[in-house]
């Protein structure tokens, strides 16, 4: 039974009072309401009519926001939330309970598969993205092992993003400042167009000071010195065949603990300077024959490179230099068919194979590194899907197969993994506004390189002990939901969308790692649930715009009956903003509230329940000689809230809190 908690408790009443309010309307088109994603069936769909659980974050919000991390675009989803607050260069993703590599990353269609202790999974500028989305629940079937608990997509942004309507040359040239950490902003983007094809390269540096938590208490080696840059280009050859090419940079100077337990360290007794590297190139081509539907090819083939190299700077009494590298190399290539079969019916069959390989190595002071092993492993998967739509019911199952060859370097024990791992949904148009759906899919996670192979010193007087015998999690996940869409709710012409989910994701063999008193192993635990609600309404009727969100999850290991570490607190969010379209104005705010979280594994704290406001506001002045200019202004964290997220997983509570009261500004400018 899920209990609710005084702070949520406004969270179902605001969701069935949009609904109800809206029970009188008819169906409304699609409208700027509904961000298009892939990550739900490959094939593109507005997120809020799909079986599923996914939110989008387009280009125009993430200007507003004005992000100095990934963070700052999903701390207000539903089921999602970020490790490492607040040093942003060991952010990780958390969904619907689950981490680390249970969580897919793709740029651009690229995987990024790094993880190694306490040094993050996200290297990336955000402000190159023209979109973020997140497709909550197992996602096996369409992007392999791994995705447990979800996936996370993100896209650069395209020569369209960047230049004004109807031109062929331009760019886009940014700076911001915001005040908690002194960050100073400079991006400079250009883009060109023509004779079919189009070409857009970026260099952004961002220069951050330490954070402040809400007390004013300095969050000590947060501070870091960012550079990156994108060049791409694309090619319509003609005749359906399109090219293109990516090359994306990122480099991170940082001082911090080397320990950094993802972010909040409660020890600053090993401080290295930091350098953090990622190199991602990428090719893919495009083929939709003009003769027949069933022909719409997609491939891409990359190679992404993450180098993390650190020098210990206290205490001075030993010298260190560690190397932490991994090289991935990839392909993805999928085929969508569409046809019918009988006049009754419409298919979009698709067909896919990908592939990669992992190498990862490390040394210090040259010599091999066991607590991130020399191995490699080899991936190989194949799927096939089909979107069926049968009158008002929609119809897709899928089936996917993957296969894993592992091995570590002075390691004998080799591994090979393979499964089958199946997905269906079924969604009906009950009435034009009303689609509810149900779904059950299947995945599984083999064990990283670095959970089957690591040795060596954990810390001092605890070592860990490599398990080559652990088995692969899977995953089996039930999910029951509904997507509303109304129009005319409260004046002509506005749009309402509301999407609701429950679901049971019912885990064998989860991994966890086990801190003992001299060693560290892991292991898995035979069962293991996670289950929860989310909700989401978004609101516009072009003057006035909102949004309501919520999230109530519990995790349990079935054999202790404790909590699963790292279970997100229950949390709700509240947006609201108005357009002054005549003056080219947009004001809003939105507050996160999250509830007390006192359901633990034991070794973590309890964290209080909080409330956090951040108001914004963007201004496109109408005047002629002025029109090409933006500014984004916006406070976070307003009234500077002292508090903590429930995954700040320390036993020992850090000194600090998280970031306090933060202004900031951006001055764009499109030429």
């Known amino acids: 039974m899920l209990a609710r908690r005084p702070a949520l408790s406004c969270a179902i009443p605001a969701l069935l009072v949009f609904t109800a309010a809206a029970a009188h309307a008819q169906t409304a088109p699609v409208t700027a309401l509904d961000a298009v994603t892939t990550s739900a069936t490959r094939t593109e769909k507005v997120a809020g009519d799909v079986a599923g659980s996914v939110s989008v974050v387009d280009r125009e919000e993430i200007e507003r926001r004005q992000p100095q991390s990934i963070d700052d675009l999903v701390k207000d989803m539903p089921g999602v939330e970020t490790n490492g607050v607040p040093r942003n260069t060991v952010r990780q993703f958390t ?72 031109a062929n040359f331009g760019g886009r040239a940014r700076v911001g400042y915001q005040t908690n950490n002194s960050s100073r902003l400079a991006s400079l983007t250009g883009a060109t167009r023509g004779f079919g094809g189009e070409v857009v390269g970026n260099v952004t540096r961002r220069s951050n000071g330490n954070y402040t938590d809400g007390r004013g208490v300095d969050i000590p080696y947060s501070g870091d010195e960012v550079t990156s840059g994108l060049l791409k280009g694309g090619y319509d050859i003609g005749n359906g065949h399109k090219i293109g090419i990516s090359t994306l940079l990122y480099a991170d100077d940082h001082t911090i603990p080397r320990d950094a337990n993802l972010g909040n ?186 959970e089957r192979y690591v040795s060596g010193q954990h810390f001092p007087g605890n070592n860990f002990v490599a398990n080559p015998n652990l088995k692969p999690e899977t995953s089996f996940n039930k999910e029951g939901g509904v997507n509303l869409r109304f129009s005319d709710v409260f004046a002509a012409r506005d749009r309402l969308r509301v999407r609701a989910a429950y679901f049971v994701n019912d885990l064998e063999d989860y991994i966890q790692q086990v801190v003992g008193s001299t060693t560290t192993t892991t292991t898995n635990v035979r069962e293991a649930r996670i289950q929860g609600f989310e909700g989401e309404a978004r609101y516009d009727s072009g003057r006035w715009f909102g949004t309501v969100g919520t999230s109530i999850l519990r995790g349990e290991n079935k054999v202790t009956n404790l909590p699963l570490a790292d279970t997100p607190a229950d949390k709700v969010t509240l947006g609201l903003g108005h357009r002054w379209m005549e003056w080219g104005l947009t004001l809003g705010g939105r507050v996160t509230a999250s509830a007390r979280q006192d359901r633990t594994s034991g070794s973590q704290p309890v964290t209080g329940g909080y409330a956090v406001w951040d108001f914004y506001a963007s201004w496109t002045p109408e005047d002629t000689f002025l029109r090409d200019f933006t500014i984004d202004a916006g406070v976070d964290n307003v009234f500077n809230k002292v508090y903590r997220r429930s995954n700040w997983n320390s036993s020992t509570p850090a000194a600090f809190y998280e970031t306090g009261r933060n202004a900031k500004i951006a001055l764009t400018y499109k030429f």
């Open 95 to 166: 969904v619907r309970g689950l981490s680390d590599e249970r969580v897919v990353l793709r740029v651009d269609g690229v995987r990024n598969n790094f993880n190694a202790g306490h040094r993050g999974r996200v290297f990336l500028e955000p402000d190159l993205l023209k979109s973020l989305d997140v497709s909550r629940g197992p996602g096996a079937l369409l992007f392999g092992s791994g995705a447990i608990g979800g996936a996370v997509n993100m896209r650069t942004v395209d020569a369209e993003d960047i230049l004004k309507p109807g």
């Open 265 to 450: 360290a409660t020890t600053t007794s090993t401080i290295v300077d930091r350098d953090t590297k990622q190199r991602s190139f990428s090719v893919n081509w495009a083929y939709a024959a003009p003769s027949t539907p069933l022909i719409d090819l997609k491939t891409v083939v990359y190679r992404n490179e993450v180098d993390i190299y650190e020098k210990r700077v206290l205490p001075a009494t030993a010298i260190e230099k560690d190397d932490t590298d991994l090289r991935t190399n990839g392909f993805d290539i999928q085929n969508t068919s569409r046809f019918s079969l009988f006049d009754a019916e419409k298919n979009a069959l698709t067909i896919g194979v990908d592939g990669y390989r992992d190498e990862q190595s490390s040394r210090r002071n040259g010599a091999r590194r066991t607590e991130y092993p020399n191995a490699d492993q080899t991936v190989f998967g194949t799927f096939i899907q089909n979107e069926i739509e049968i009158g008002k019911v929609t119809i897709v199952p899928g089936v996917r197969y993957d296969r894993f060859e592992q091995s570590s370097f002075g390691n004998a024990t080799q591994k090979a993994d393979e499964r089958f791992s199946p997905k269906a949904s079924v969604a009906y148009q009950v009435v034009p506004w009303a689609a509810p759906y149900v779904s059950y899919a299947e995945a599984f996670r083999v064990p990283s390189l670095t």
